[in-house]
């Protein structure tokens, strides 16, 4: 059986039978009781969630076992058989509101070519309403919310123009040169990517090819280990689109 393994434990303070396990990749499993409440679960390999639906099924009798996370289609199906699914996800209007209240308690500057701006960007990250702050956070160090380009849509033309001429090298380099705009997030990428296509292709039979394509390079960006690698094969493979 594959196990788990714990590089840390901490007793949490003022609590009884609480405590907090550091496991590989940093995911948190807190113990209280007869219940373990495992966080951000959609983060854990396809080979540790087997290995944690092994320990469920061996101590399902007297234990309670609690799963969060963001993304619910990165949980492998075993591991959703096994549990009741509870779907605690603020809609998008109070997540935008949320985000709001913090920017105006911080005393962030929000002017007003911005305010449609920040929108499009909460959207972006929904439901992940901690990579959102986060990120606002950073373009916010100044004291007055910057968001230029959310989507990136240079970086977006300049890398589907060399989908399109084919050219697999210069492709790769203007990948690569390109890393900052995006901060390697090559999972936005994928999915700004998909909306730009979108958006811009004019050719109704290569359009549904292509977002075919990087709809599967999206499902596939849940298990890889690298996704710049996942990314760029996903670039290739649409290059080799042909009517």
Known sequence: MEKLKIKKITKLQNKKHVYDLTVDENHNFFVGGQQVLTS????????AQRALRNTMEEFAGITRF???????????PALQSRCQSFDLTPP????VKRCASILKQESITVPDDQRVKLVEF?????????KCINELQKFSSSGTLVL??????KVLDLIFKEVKKK???TLRKALIES????NSDYTSLLRNLFNHVDETETNPDLKRFYLLTISEYLYRDSFVVDKEIN???????????KL
């Open 148 to 153: 230029n380009d959310t989507k990136n849509n």
């Open 231 to 241: 990314c760029y094969a996903c670039l290739i493979q649409l290059s080799e689109i």
């Open 66 to 76: 609690i799963l969060t996370a963001n993304y619910k289609y990165k949980i492998i």
């Open 167 to 169: 050219n697999v090298e």
């Open 40 to 47: 951000n679960c959609d983060g854990l390999s396809i080979d």
């Open 179 to 182: 890393e900052h705009t995006f």
């Open 122 to 130: 909460i959207k972006g990250t929904y439901p992940d309403l901690r």
């Open 92 to 95: 998008l209007d109070l997540a």
